[in-house]
């Protein structure tokens, strides 16, 4: 279907924010000095930094696409997946950030190389390198659908340009700009969201001649206003196929397996600073972006139910967001919130190339180089690899774009690539019996019998839960469940038949241990009194030793010992801790209500002259 | 409206998502990684209870609104 989209002005709108955003990214860039900077922000920034962040990275442009799409066919029911999150949030908070956090483990598949092997290491690699790499061409996909309409540029060369531009920012800054550039973008693109809810109940009020909020609920049917789908109808939208595909597959493999969210959670300043930004995110933030996301085809719905005829009645499934955003906003505003979009695909992109480099670095660069590299050469590599990341994306865009809708392409994927790294790092985490063998076995056995489940879609039909089978297209997202059972039988199986690991190779790294992983991240008895947090000034001196040197009576304020683990930052807290640095306490001196710091913490902190500190003990 | 429309999704999400919370809770109190005589695991112990919950609750009441309306 054809349809005109887009004015001048809504043109300008869109390349100015492209502008802004690539400016502000390319600042950050001095933040980063290495590459523990570059990909994780150098373990300092507060919870709400975090938080917003990660709004930014989990609504890419093909949220806003894809669950208007099904929330135009659907109704509220599209809301479904953001809202079954929290089952896991246990594990994830005190079993998997702990371990993540405090073994320093720099990417997935290097937990996988401690806990099993080296073998298993380069497979978890292949695995995740290929979920992200295809997740960053979803998103390309998805804002090019949008932006050609607009622009009337080919598909393919808008996905082009927007490679080029998102690589502009990210080349300079990693992690901390992926950070910033994501904490503005997160405001805007919930901001554009909730001003189009405002504006189609506005439209729909006027249309109808009833009040907003009215016209828009009695527009609903009410099977539209049921907040869960019918248990196993239709089979591209049923609620027991989505459950497994989405709030198991799905939430565990966001939680534990997306590197873009461990590198987020790895920037916190502390353990408990990640917990509070899980937490804040699950329980407040996703109810408010699956609003963001869907509202589009809610009020979509509710116009066709209202005033048959407004909206094309050949609406394809993909286009539902464009077209009733540009129904409802006048030129500038429509501008406005197709830059959202582009918000929501940068920081989603951003986050996952930036990943990806890590994974790149970390686990195959750094691992088969048969010499030392400089932290230079690991930085520009990692430069290089983004590049490279993004023109992979680019080749596969076509195959995503084969798909019905971007919703089942994401499910599709899901559904496929997750299992076996779900299953592998779960066993992994909290079972210790579970072997190497076991592990490779899952990857390799598990994936060949799930190739045989695409393949002879009658092996699914026992998880099939009654949906109905399509023809020459097997079972979509209950294929989850299959998976997840193929890849967790065999692994039990090999477990059962092989030699368990022994404790010694286990030491911090399964939940069992999670109680003692502070000891080893800190490397002495840990100190857990509860002392103050002090302002203070700071003053240079020439050590190169990494520690900080406070005075006798603000120690004993702060509870602290010399060994022991201290956290200072630049005292405005709106900075949510860009300018920290970590240390240790030194031997104290006799000037209260100063710390000496050297050079490498100045640097690294980019302290100000004059202005003051605060200092917190952290274990 | 029937039931596999209704509350049967409501059921199987809180019963199959609950029985997966209720695994993780065990875990993690078992394993002493939530240790619930320390005041800030405890309170975070509260915070987990009360997340199952609200997220069942807003649900719930959708169903409610929706069943009763026309």
């Known amino acids: ?619 | 409206m029937d039931f596999t429309q209704t509350w049967l999704p409501f059921l199987y999400l809180y019963g199959v998502g609950g029985l997966a919370f209720i695994f993780g809770m065990l875990i993690i109190i078992k394993s002493r990684a939530l240790r619930l005589t320390y005041a800030l695991h405890s309170k975070w112990a509260r915070v987990l209870i009360f997340g199952f919950i609200f997220y069942a609750s807003i649900h719930a009441l959708f169903i409610f609104i929706a069943v009763g309306s026309k």
Request: net charge positive; with cysteine.
């Open chain 1, 1 to 619: 279907m054809n349809f005109e989209v887009g004015t001048q002005l809504d043109k300008i709108v869109i390349l100015l924010y492209f502008t802004l955003v690539m400016g502000f990214g390319a600042y950050f860039g001095k933040y980063s000095k290495n590459t523990t900077d570059y990909f994780f922000g150098g373990r300092r920034f507060a919870w709400w930094l975090i938080t917003i962040s990660i709004v930014a990275t989990g609504v890419g442009s093909h949220s806003f696409v894809k669950y208007s799409t099904k929330a135009y066919q659907y109704g509220l029911s599209s809301t479904m997946t953001y809202m079954n999150d929290w089952f896991f949030m246990p594990l994830f908070m005190f079993g998997w950030l702990p371990i993540i956090y405090y073994t320093k483990v720099k990417s997935i598949p290097e937990y996988f190389e401690r806990r099993f092997n080296t073998k298993a290491r380069y497979l978890a690699t292949l695995m995740i390198l290929l979920y992200m790499i295809g997740y960053i061409a979803i998103q390309f996909l998805t804002l090019a659908t949008a932006l050609y309409r607009i622009y009337g540029i080919p598909l393919m060369l808008t996905v082009v340009l927007i490679a080029i531009a998102t690589t502009i920012y990210m080349h300079f800054g990693g992690q901390t700009s992926v950070i910033f550039t994501d904490l503005i973008q997160g405001f805007i693109l919930i901001f554009a969201g909730l001003l189009l809810f405002f504006l189609g109940v506005q439209f729909l009020g006027n249309q109808t001649g009833l009040s907003g909020l009215n016209a828009f609920w009695t527009n609903l049917t009410p099977l539209q206003k049921l907040p869960l789908a019918h248990f196993n109808h239709p089979p591209d939208f049923n609620f027991v196929g989505i459950f497994w595909q989405d709030g198991i597959a799905g939430s565990v493999g966001f939680l534990f397996l997306n590197q873009g969210l461990i590198m987020r959670f790895m920037a916190a300043k502390s353990v408990n600073e990640g917990r509070k930004a899980a937490a804040i995110n699950v329980l407040c933030v996703l109810p408010i972006s699956a609003i963001v996301v869907s509202n589009a085809g809610w009020i979509g719905r509710a116009i066709a139910n209202a005033v048959p005829g407004v909206l094309p009645l050949d609406l394809a499934a993909n286009d539902v967001f464009v077209a009733v955003t540009n129904i409802v906003a006048s030129p500038g505003v429509f501008g406005f919130i197709i830059a959202a979009l582009c918000a929501a695909l940068m920081s989603t992109a951003d986050t996952l190339v930036n990943a990806s480099s890590a994974v790149i670095v970390n686990d195959i660069y750094e691992p088969l180089s048969k010499k030392e590299k400089s932290e230079k050469q690991k930085l520009e590599f990692a430069r290089l690899t983004s590049i490279g990341v993004k023109v992979i994306a680019v080749i596969l865009v076509p195959f995503f774009n084969s798909f019905d809708s971007i919703y089942e392409a994401h499910g599709w994927f899901h559904s496929t690539f997750t299992p076996p790294l779900v299953v592998g790092v779960f066993l992994g985490i909290f079972w210790k019996r579970f072997t190497t063998p076991a592990v490779i076995a899952t990857f390799l056995g598990g994936a060949f019998l799930m190739v045989l489940g695409q393949i002879y879609p009658e092996l699914i039909r026992p998880f099939s839960h009654g949906i109905e089978l399509r023809p020459g297209r097997g079972y979509s997202y209950i294929g989850a469940l299959y998976n997840i059972f193929v890849c967790a039988g065999v692994g039990v199986i090999v477990t059962l038949f092989t030699k368990p690991e022994s404790e010694k190779k286990l030491n911090g790294l399964t939940i069992f241990d999670v109680h003692k992983l502070k000891e080893i991240f800190k490397g002495s008895a840990i100190n857990e009194e509860i002392g103050e947090k002090l302002v203070i000034n700071w003053k240079l001196d020439d050590s190169n030793s990494d520690i900080l040197r406070f005075s006798k009576k603000d120690m004993n304020m702060m509870k602290a010992n010399p060994g022991d683990l201290v956290y200072i930052q630049d005292s405005r807290w709106w900075l949510g801790g860009l300018k920290s640095a970590h240390s240790i306490f030194g031997k104290p001196h006799n000037e209260d209500g100063i710390v000496y710091l050297n050079q490498s913490h100045l640097d690294h902190g980019q302290f100000v002259e004059g202005l003051s500190l605060k200092a917190e003990k952290e274990m």
